[in-house]
């Protein structure tokens, strides 16, 4: 068996199939779990300095990855940018802001074991998640001593045969030819990228899906303190 076909022609499509239809199921029919399940009301201090950390490092991770692996080669030649300033460009973002969500993730992580009431309404799911996305950004953060010697000897090929593959793989007609030589820890990184949206219905990362519209329109929210001032 080719396990590469089956790691990379096969299982990016399950995920897609589950992703699409794992969510359509759970909001159609489980709308009262969309939701974030906020802690904030637990323990507020620690999670005004992680949460900001690892949403804020996770969103430019994210949309790095997508717009860099989705971008065409030929564009980026057209605006002047070389394969190798190009791969100089990714290196520091994902160093950035991929350091940004480790240490969120990790500040999140700590707060959710150590803190008696936030632990106390833990979910294994939560924690299964939270380590997932800390051994995701771990892994990505590892390919980059990598990805500079790369840089360093002016070699991008590694960068435009996964970009390659990304893009082929999502207009269903996936390209293998260069994967094979690929480093293995790319690959590791790549399926853990691809296991996120795998789980992704059945956790409660699904409230991304509702932020862009709903926070745009939603109007103010009255807090009243348990502090009354005295006139």
Not at 97 to 122: C, D
Request: net charge positive; proline share 4%; with cysteine.
């Amino acid at each position: 068996m080719d396990f590469h076909k089956l790691l990379f022609m096969v299982y990016p499509y399950i995920v897609l199939a589950v992703f699409v239809i794992g969510c359509w199921i759970r909001f159609d029919r489980d709308q009262y779990t969309w939701k974030t399940d906020s802690s904030q009301l637990l323990e507020r201090r620690l999670l005004m300095i992680a949460s900001p950390l690892f949403h804020v490092g996770v969103i430019f991770v994210f949309f790095g990855h997508f717009f860099g692996l989705l971008t065409p080669h030929s564009w980026f030649l057209a605006l002047g940018i070389s394969d190798n300033a190009h791969q100089v460009l990714a290196i520091c973002a994902g160093t950035l802001f991929g350091s940004v969500a480790w240490v969120g993730a990790i500040l999140l992580l700590l707060r959710r074991l150590k803190n008696p009431r936030v632990r106390a309404t833990t979910r294994k799911m939560d924690l299964f998640v939270l380590l997932w996305l800390l051994l995701t950004l771990s892994l990505g953060l590892i390919t980059i001593p990598i990805s500079a010697y790369h840089a360093w000897h002016g070699d991008a090929s590694t960068m435009i045969v996964l970009s390659n593959w990304v893009r082929t793989t999502l207009f269903f007609q996936p390209d293998l030819s260069g994967m094979y030589h690929v480093n293995w820890l790319f690959k590791l990184h790549l399926l853990c990228g691809l296991t996120v949206f795998l789980i992704f219905p059945f956790t409660r990362l699904v409230h991304i899906l509702s932020f862009p519209i709903g926070y745009l329109s939603r109007p103010y929210q009255i807090v009243r303190s348990r502090f009354v001032r005295v006139r």
